[in-house]
């Protein structure tokens, strides 16, 4: 999300919810949030799962020297599994990549109109392997920018809104989804600004 846009939905929420105009006055507005629309962001996105970001940059740079910096999908597709083996991607991750890479080869996926309807698109998102609902929240949120994803799954988001609200300890998934609700459209924001509470002193 585009600064603007965060600071507009949170001054929005914070005049009818005290509780996060007092987060924003202690810790102050959260910087923008952007990834790039596309291909390159989902397939980064499956090469860094469960790895060290120094590790994910590795295979990054040798998969772009492998498959040229655009990353298409014909010439992932066209790799063959030790190549990509050698770049550091396992068999599981290369199922993951070539699943999106498909899906978009055969026209099942176009990742530059996707359905306005949020959950829609969580629904395109999450039939390429390796795509859960988290990260496909994840990349509506940051290369999209839309302003009503609540990516209630996340930890960093449940921890630092027990923060901003106070509460005795970090609420669960449906509790987060609960809690958030009288913030829509606005809720994209919020997230952002749970981030940015996380691990701030000022709270």
């Known amino acids: 999300m585009r600064e603007e846009d ?3 939905g949170l001054d929005t929420v914070a005049a009818a919810d005290p509780r996060i105009a007092a987060a924003l006055e202690r810790a102050g ?4 949030r952007l990834r790039e629309r596309g291909h390159r962001t989902l397939l980064r996105t499956i090469v860094g799962q469960q790895v060290s970001v120094a590790a994910a940059a590795s295979v990054w740079r040798k998969l772009e020297e492998l498959l040229g910096e655009e990353m298409a999908p014909d010439a992932l597709l066209a790799a063959d599994f030790d190549a ?17 890479c498909e899906l978009e080869v055969n026209g099942e996926l176009d990742l530059h109109n996707l359905p306005a309807d949020d959950e829609e ?17 994840i990349y509506l949120l940051f290369a999209e920018g839309r302003a009503d994803i609540w990516p ?6 449940q921890a630092g809104l027990a923060k901003i609200l106070a509460l005795p300890e970090r609420p669960s998934e449906k509790a987060t989804r609960e809690l958030a609700e009288a913030w829509r459209p606005h809720r994209g924001a919020v997230a952002i600004l749970t981030w940015h509470c996380y691990n701030n002193p000022a709270l």
Do not use: F, H, N
Not at 29 to 32: D, N, S
Not at 152 to 157: E, K, N, T
């Open 6 to 8: 965060i600071v507009t």
């Open 29 to 32: 507005y959260p910087g923008a």
């Open 84 to 100: 990509l083996r050698a770049c550091g991607l396992s068999r599981q991750k290369q199922g993951y990549a070539r699943s999106l």
């Open 121 to 137: 698109a969580i629904a395109q998102l999450t039939r390429i392997k390796g795509i859960g609902r988290w990260s496909a929240e």
């Open 152 to 157: 209630a799954g996340d930890l960093a988001v």
